[in-house]
């Protein structure tokens, strides 16, 4: 197999990687649709779907670290990877409006929510916030709690 072939599909290494994220952001919504289905609608919902993003991170960690790496950027560059990174906070940011949340601080609080879960996820995914596999679950969800209360 020639290593250029990839280049009659893409223009330029970059157009393939943002391809890549794309799917990463579509397969991270369809897991978090998959984890609040049959899950009360607001708070529940919000924390199933905060735990499935970090399980999805835990699962595909290269995937992941490029999906919120800075390469990435330029939204007018790739408007489908664009596209289905807002697909895939709209999830969240509905968990923000069940709760009642006005859309307009929903929105500011889905950033903030998602921007604490990707730190955090990073520091269990690098070792340096410790947690037996057993219970990372569990602490993933009351993490996630947390940065929802503190969002209210």
């Not at 330029?74 to 999830?91: G, Y």
């Amino acid at each position: 197999m020639n290593h250029r072939a990839v280049y009659r599909h893409f223009p330029d290494k970059l157009s393939l990687l943002a391809r890549v994220a794309e799917d990463g952001w579509k397969r991270l919504a369809s897991r978090m649709k998959e984890r609040i289905s049959g899950k009360r609608r607001g708070e529940a919902s919000l924390v199933a779907s905060g735990v499935a993003f970090f399980l999805f991170a835990r699962d595909h960690p290269s995937l992941f670290r490029l999906m919120g790496g800075p390469r990435l950027r330029t939204a007018e560059c790739f408007p489908a990877l664009s596209k289905a990174v807002d697909e895939a906070l709209l999830i969240l940011m509905q968990g923000f409006l069940d709760t009642g949340t006005d859309p307009k601080v929903a929105r500011k609080r889905t950033v903030v929510f998602a921007a604490a879960l990707q730190g955090v996820t990073l520091q269990i995914l690098q070792h340096r916030y410790r947690i037996s596999p057993v219970k990372v679950e569990v602490e993933v969800a009351q993490i996630c709690k947390m940065l929802i209360k503190g969002l209210r």
